[in-house]
């Protein structure tokens, strides 16, 4: 049983162009300093870092999208809830529908979503993200599913794909060492790492793409992109995740 949920996908004209917002402060400031240029180039200079460090990386292409800290935190405390009640870990058990071969894995509560404002994160990122991919707006954003993975060493995700239309994995805690390669020589290390596999090896072109966990990183996929989650060794630490299944437009999804 899948529960769903909707998220309105009204924005303010800021969250919707913040490089229009950000290019017309900057006109402005550039306009001031005929005025008075010591205080506009202060004001420049503040504005452009804020801009290329805090705006733009929430809408940036190519790379992972960041959770809110305060976002991370609350999910966290609500995992920490979870662990605390046998009745509640037993009632949200979502392992028998996934693929891993990981220590726990439970479904996040439609009201918790809504009360945290996980449904906002994820209806603001994927709007974004289809946007700057492909010049579309989506007017229907609904959430299927969404669940935390508990992984601890030696435990794996095998090669998999979910179910909706956009799917996307964000990263809760991550161990401070995910272990080493049995044989020292090795040059690339995989342990704990995500990896999208997609058609076969062709000229100049990789099948893979591996991600490699931090806290907050959260990335976006269609729900058929095949992936995996490599075993970790060594740490007794947890690799704590959130993933999602969500459905939008449908003619959009059909392009």
Same mark, same amino acid.
């Given at each position: 049983?899948?529960?769903e949920i909707s998220t309105n996908q009204e924005s303010s004209f800021f969250s919707s162009n913040p490089r229009v917002v950000t290019g017309l402060v900057l006109i402005i400031l550039v306009a001031v300093m005929f005025i008075n240029k010591t205080?506009?180039?202060i004001l420049l200079?503040?504005?452009?870092?804020?801009?290329?460090?805090?705006?733009?990386?929430?809408?940036?292409?190519?790379d992972a999208d960041k959770m809110p800290k305060d976002l991370i935190d609350k999910l966290n405390e609500y995992t920490e809830s979870i662990l605390s009640d046998q009745n509640k870990q037993d009632e949200l058990n979502y392992g028998n529908k996934l693929a891993g071969n990981v220590k726990q894995e439970f479904m996040i509560e439609k009201d918790v979503m809504e009360k945290?404002?996980?449904? *906002?994160f994820l209806a603001s990122s994927v709007r974004e993200w289809?946007?700057?991919?492909?010049?579309?707006?989506?007017?229907?954003?609904?959430? =299927?599913?969404?669940?935390?993975?508990?992984?601890f060493k030696n435990e794996y995700n095998p090669s998999h794909w979910h179910n909706g239309h956009v799917s996307g994995v964000g990263y809760? *805690?991550?161990?401070?060492?995910?272990?080493?390669?049995?044989?020292?020589?090795?040059?690339?290390n995989n342990n704990g *790492?995500?990896? =999208?596999?997609?058609?076969? *090896?062709a000229f100049l072109c990789k099948p893979t793409f591996r991600v490699t966990p931090r806290v907050g990183d959260f990335y976006f996929f269609p729900h058929y992109l095949m992936h995996a989650v490599y075993p970790f060794f060594d740490s007794d630490e947890e690799r704590r995740s959130v993933s999602f299944n969500a459905t939008v437009d449908q003619s959009l999804f059909n392009e």
């Open positions: 049983h899948s529960s205080s506009a180039l200079v503040i504005v452009g870092l804020l801009a290329t460090k805090e705006w733009f990386d929430t809408y940036h292409s190519g945290i404002g996980w449904g *906002k289809i946007r700057q991919t492909n010049k579309r707006e989506i007017t229907k954003f609904n959430i =299927m599913n969404s669940w935390i993975v508990r992984q809760l *805690k991550v161990p401070s060492n995910l272990g080493g390669t049995l044989q020292k020589d090795k040059a690339i *790492k995500l990896e =999208m596999v997609h058609g076969s *090896k």
